[in-house]
């Protein structure tokens, strides 16, 4: 016996399947869809079996297109809900981010109430929090020579480690 | 007068009470429970009969309205 069969009456459409067969949220979506164009029923049918009956508002329409059109849009349901369920925890994770990201900046009382010392400083080793001026201003005569002896040095050593 | 059966595992009951307030303008409905089922019986009212709204039509709008606050419910978190 198949697991959906269709029972085709007057201006009405009884379509019955296996409860296992669909999520009830995917049975209440494909409903939904249908609430505009037809009189939709849920009931049970039997022991774990659900019963859908579509009744055409419009006099004359073709019930049993929207049979069709309501196991399409059944299949769609279930679908998009395996969908979600599969992407549940990234949709999650790029929301707490981004409300992360949204709450901006920490405050000053944020500030203050850091734990932050010596040991806990923020270490600079390519020197970026050092300011232009620090960083390119023009040095001395004196200081130019020692400079440059030390760079000569630590080329010198760098050759040695080199070979 | 027309009696409606919605099965408790299908639709929510508060969603049924809210469809049965929103058209007691045209009919009275009388709510009872059986065998896992709510049943309404929806009787149109002579003003509305007078004015050509057909009983069952009533009754059968009563009916998707129930099932639509049914899936908004369900899909807000609502019992169903």
């Given at each position: 016996m198949s697991d959906m069969s269709f029972h085709l009456g007057e201006g009405s459409v009884r379509i019955e399947f296996d409860?296992?067969?669909?999520?009830k949220d995917a049975i209440y979506g494909a409903a939904y869809v249908f609430i505009d164009r037809c009189w939709v029923h849920l009931d049970r049918a039997g022991d774990r079996r659900i019963q859908v009956t579509l009744k055409a508002k419009?006099?004359?329409?073709d019930t049993q297109i929207y049979a069709g059109e309501f196991q399409n849009e059944l299949l769609g349901q279930a679908w998009r809900l395996r969908i979600v369920e599969e992407n549940k925890k990234l949709v999650e994770s790029i929301t707490a981010r981004a409300l992360g990201g949204a709450a901006g900046p920490p405050g000053l009382d944020e500030l203050l109430a850091m734990d932050i010392g010596e040991e806990t400083a923020f270490e600079d080793p390519l020197g970026i929090a050092m300011s232009w001026e620090e960083k390119y201003k023009k040095k001395g005569k004196g200081e130019g020579a020692k400079a440059e002896a030390e760079d000569a040095s630590e080329g010198a050593s760098g050759g040695e480690k080199a070979s | 007068m027309i009696e409606l059966r919605f099965h408790e595992e299908l639709y929510d009951g508060f969603a049924i009470d809210e469809a049965v307030k929103t058209y007691a303008a045209y009919a009275t409905a009388e709510l009872s429970r059986d065998g896992g089922a709510y049943i309404v019986k929806v009787t149109a009212k002579p003003e509305a009969t007078s004015e050509g709204i057909d009983e069952r039509v009533l009754s059968a709008e009563l009916a998707n309205y129930a099932l639509g606050l049914t899936i908004e419910r369900a899909r807000a978190g609502g019992a169903a």
């Open positions: 409860e296992g067969l669909y999520p419009k006099p004359g329409a | -």
